[in-house]
């Protein structure tokens, strides 16, 4: 897949997500400890890494460079998972967060990534996703070109639980398709919906899964 254009297409930097994602982090605070070390995989414009509390923090990306993006304190590294691989210690994450990964995966890729993943991820680390749900958002899936494999709320966790992890949460409509629709750009408005049970507008499904202790 040529993804030399695709940020200048499909994925323009807006200075307004920020916005959004300040919540977002906010959110998913509760899961992430401040002496953690983190790692954002396909680290697009750096919103979650540059925002988010922890000790030691990574960013990897291999089209939209982290070095352009990422704050002075995150590490950057432009690549795909065989540079994941050498830069980072084995057993050394306590997160891995991934926000609108997975779907641009092949197969081949997929098994690759979550290899390492599994090999980077302490016992019992987290791996938070946030993705696009086909159940609900068939309609616009694949208008992103790029898009190139589904997920619903049901095999995403099905495949991650074959992989040797446990599901600590599964939120089927966290968030609109677009971060650029219709959540409104008010931090108390976003604060609201995140944690409401009714979520009109909701596409996108919050994973939250723990690597097994063996």
Known sequence: MDYQNYSKVRFKFRRDRNIV???IVLYLSRFIKRDSTILDLGSGYCDFINLVNAKKKFALDKYIDPNKFASNEVIKIKG????MSKKIENNSLDVIFASNFFEHLSDFDLENYVKIIKTKLKPLGLLILLQPNFK??????????????AWSDVSLPDFIKTKGFGILKVSPKFIPFSLKSRLPKNRFLIRMYLR????????QMLVIARKNEK
């Open 196 to 203: 409401s049970p009714i979520k009109p507008f909701g596409k």
């Open 80 to 83: 795909d998972y065989k540079n």
């Open 136 to 149: 609900y958002a068939y309609k616009e899936y694949f208008d992103d070109y790029t898009h190139v494999k």
């Open 21 to 23: 994602w300040q919540e």
